[in-house]
């Protein structure tokens, strides 16, 4: 009796180690496969204000680059302005440090206060983290596209990071407000060549799509009727009736009225930038016309 009460419980014993043993190797097995599959799981997109790929983790001097970048006193070749046609020598020190200097942009009681510079044709979002030295940094500065003329276009558009520290074009995000309207009304852009005082006509948000397809974006209306926003690839009107479908589009979406009006002919700046920090399709379009 005692032998077949010590075989069952050995029996009952043996079970017990093969159950426990069992859950533990499939346990082993489970946690092998999340380990080996983790990698992947995409990483989240690093928020730009500009559409742009998303920031690489390695150094910049690691990464493939067009040649290598001339020093700072020397000017990249896609520059070619003359600084003997310069009005404002205040520029020339400046110049003489980067020649993609084009002018300055400044809103005044605000912290936007910069140089704006011109991208190299080979890469037209040279400064989005770019500082005016062209060395790598995250906040970028203000910048216009190569096929930007400040002296020729009919509308140039100026491209700045919102950021978390209050930098760059934080303040133009604010823009959204109308009171923040109220109280700055007007921008000051000086180029090379001449001062500029710019009233802003329009404000509005723009909803990008993967980085490339943008369209006019209104809180209430939202984007049901998708109406293109071509106006970034634009710096001249090909006919009045063009530029009549840019007002008639700005007015349209605006965020609010601010009683100015644009002419044909009109010289035009537009500011852009993301509407948050971590913005990941809005962008805020502060329009303004040079008075």
Request: with cysteine; charged share 25%; hydrophobic share 40%.
């Amino acid at each position: 009796m005692g032998d077949r009460r010590r075989n069952a419980r050995q029996r009952w014993s043996r079970l017990f180690r093969l159950a426990t043993f069992t859950i533990c190797l499939a346990g082993a097995v489970i946690s092998i496969f999340f380990l080996l599959t983790a990698h992947e799981i995409p990483p989240p997109e690093m928020e730009t204000a500009m559409p742009t790929p998303a920031l690489p983790d390695t150094p910049l001097a690691a990464l493939a680059q067009p040649p290598t970048l001339p020093p700072a006193s020397a000017p990249i070749p896609a520059a070619e302005h003359n600084l003997e046609r310069a009005k404002l020598e205040k520029f020339a020190e400046l110049y003489e440090k980067n020649s993609d200097i084009i002018g300055w942009v400044r809103i005044p009681g605000t912290s936007v206060d910069y140089p704006v510079l011109q991208s190299p044709t080979w890469d037209w979002n040279f400064y989005l983290n770019r500082n005016f030295y062209r060395e790598y940094d995250l906040h970028g500065i203000p910048y216009i596209w190569p096929q930007n003329s400040t002296e020729e276009d009919d509308i140039t558009f100026i491209f700045g990071h919102n950021m978390h520290d209050g930098s760059r074009f934080t303040d133009v995000a604010k823009y959204i407000d109308a009171a923040f309207f109220q109280r700055h009304p007007y921008i000051e852009f000086d180029t090379l060549y001449a001062e500029g005082r710019y009233k802003i006509a329009f404000v509005f948000q723009v909803f990008v799509v993967e980085n490339v397809n943008q369209y006019f974006y209104h809180q209430m209306r939202g984007i049901a009727d998708k109406v293109e926003f071509p106006y970034t690839f634009v710096t001249s009107w090909e006919s009045e009736e063009a530029f009549r479908g840019f007002i008639e589009r700005s007015e349209k979406y605006a965020l609010y009225k601010t009683g100015i009006e644009v002419e044909y002919g009109d010289r035009i700046i537009a500011l852009w930038t993301c509407t948050s920090p971590t913005s990941r399709e809005h962008r805020l379009v502060v329009v303004a016309v040079k008075r």
